[in-house]
């Protein structure tokens, strides 16, 4: 049905929750019984990006077009017109932040991401905004490169749901080629990543956003070894995604599998390895077999911009923005004229003709709207 996320097993059985299921929709009944009645609601989870300045130039970076970000690779850059109208100086005011939070909180939101645009830790108040998060009663988790989980950031961060560390390299030498950093990034990358687990509270989950590339494919199964003893809790392998998908992955693909067939030996109770390595999932293919977006209206991306966005995928670029908070609250934008104008035309089988990395989860929440065999389970 999508890019499904397969995650490990020990001895027959599943040995962890799997962090990246689907099907987390079915705790939320009442989100469903909206998509059938046709009525918005608050989000349930919100992707904030409070900046689109980053300090690596990591070149497999959706949200840079290979020119404006030093040393980018254009040839793992994605043309299908994501992301385009990004401006990769914008910040998100600090009192526009806070607010934010405090709105998403009193409508009911129940989780908040920072992520990027740019590197999440870079605002200059991220601090006061995350603590401000979790005073609100938000969960809270983010998206980062790494290099900046230290001192208070860190300290906050303990708090969070989980912490996520975008990687594409498993050595020095592959780090500062990608992301055009100096070598030594990548130890201290590798030692916040101990420290950090061994400071954050036990239900704060710290995974790993592993992306593989030609130039990052052979050594996943040692690099996946020392994330483990690193005190990572899960690794999640998926493809870099390019407008040759399959012609790009095609010469590396067995070799991958093979890897992470044997990564799969590390999973315990404590640490689980996750992949979408699936070079036929629905998701890599610019087909959308339905005409609205329910993900939308479940979880969407509020941009440095100040504009809301439909998904991460569809973040700054003019087909999936659905209405502005510059001049009004959030649950003025959510709730007005012009986000039900959108939700209403929106068509995924027009505009979505790159990526959709929530293919699986459109297609469940569009089923769960229409299916009407409630009673033969």
């Known amino acids: 049905m999508g890019s499904i996320d397969h995650a490990c097993r020990t001895k027959g059985r599943l040995v962890k929750q799997n962090k990246y299921s689907d099907l987390k929709i079915f705790s939320f009944p009442d989100k469903i019984a909206s998509f059938r009645d046709d009525i918005i609601t608050a989000p349930i989870y919100v992707r904030i990006k409070p900046t689109n300045i980053c300090n690596h130039a990591c070149r497999f970076c959706v949200y840079s077009d290979g020119t404006t970000r030093p040393k980018d690779r254009p040839d793992l850059h994605l043309q299908a017109g994501m992301h385009s109208s990004m401006n990769e100086r914008d910040v998100m005011p600090t009192a526009k932040a806070m607010e934010l939070i405090e709105d998403l909180s009193s409508i009911g939101t129940k989780a908040v991401t920072f992520s ?119 690794v999640r392998f998926s493809p870099v995604y390019v407008q040759n998908f399959k012609e790009y992955h095609g010469t590396i693909a067995t070799r991958v599998r093979e890897q992470l067939a044997e990564c799969q030996s590390f999973c315990d109770e404590d640490f689980t390895i996750n992949t979408t390595y ?68 929106f068509n995924p089988g027009v505009s979505c003709l790159h990526e959709c990395a929530n293919h699986a989860k459109v297609a469940l929440f569009e089923k769960l709207a229409t299916d009407s065999h409630d009673a033969f389970v």
Request: glycine content about 6%; some cysteine; proline content about 3%.
């Open 116 to 234: 990027g645009g740019g590197e999440p830790l870079l605002h200059r108040d991220i601090v006061q905004i995350m603590t401000k998060t979790v005073s609100s009663g938000l969960d809270l988790s983010i998206i980062t490169n790494g290099q900046l989980l230290t001192g208070e950031r860190a300290e906050v961060l303990g708090n969070a749901k989980w912490v996520r560390i975008s990687m594409d390299y498993t050595s020095a030498k592959q780090m500062a080629a990608s992301r055009n950093v100096p070598d030594r990034s990548f130890d201290s990358v590798m030692q916040n990543i101990k420290n950090f687990s061994n400071t954050k509270t036990e239900s704060c989950d710290l995974g790993i956003n592993f992306i593989i590339t030609r130039y990052n494919y052979e050594g996943l199964v040692p690099f996946a070894r020392e994330l483990k003893e690193c005190g990572v809790s899960n």
């Open 278 to 345: 699936d070079l036929d999932s629905p998701s890599k293919s610019p087909l959308r077999p339905f005409h609205r977006c329910l993900y939308a209206q479940a979880v969407c991306v509020v941009g440095a911009d100040l504009d809301i966005y439909a998904c991460h995928n569809t973040a700054y670029a003019n087909h999936g923005r659905i209405a502005s908070i510059k001049n009004q609250t959030f649950s003025q934008a959510w709730f007005g004229d012009e986000a039900k104008a959108w939700h209403k035309n």
